[in-house]
Nanobody, 123 residues
């Protein structure tokens, strides 16, 4: 059974930084693409970033490109999201996710989800 547990969320001022982590268990972590998504109340969940099984290929939403960095440590079964220059509009619940493919452009095929971690950016 695949389990994904996010951590690292919190309250930060605009311009600040946070690093989210996602600990994965239940299968061979290094074989599959993973990603981060976010959701605010009343809106659909939106794509933030994905990373291929090896970590070589990464994809970002235009809204976070240049500010966020997705990475993974396959030895630790952990996915990361480094978030810099945070803006109030980045406030959301952030979810990590994965599927059954080695690569995924926008995570449309992802069907394993964590419980989410709240990120709040104050102005």
């Amino acid at each position: 059974q695949v389990q994904l547990v996010e951590s690292g969320g919190g309250l930060v001022q605009a311009g600040g930084s946070l690093r989210l982590s996602c600990a994965a268990s239940g299968r061979t972590f290094s074989r599959y693409a993973m990603g981060w998504f976010r959701q605010t109340p009343g809106k659909e969940r939106e794509f933030v970033a994905t990373i291929s099984w090896s970590g070589v290929s990464t994809y970002y939403a235009d809204s976070v490109k240049g500010r966020f960095t997705i990475s993974r440590d396959n030895a630790k079964n952990t996915l990361y999201l480094q978030m810099n220059s945070l803006k109030p509009e980045d406030t959301a619940v952030y979810y990590c996710a994965t599927g059954n493919q080695m690569h995924s452009l926008r995570g449309d095929d992802f069907h394993y989800w964590g419980q989410g971690t709240q990120v709040t950016v104050s102005s």
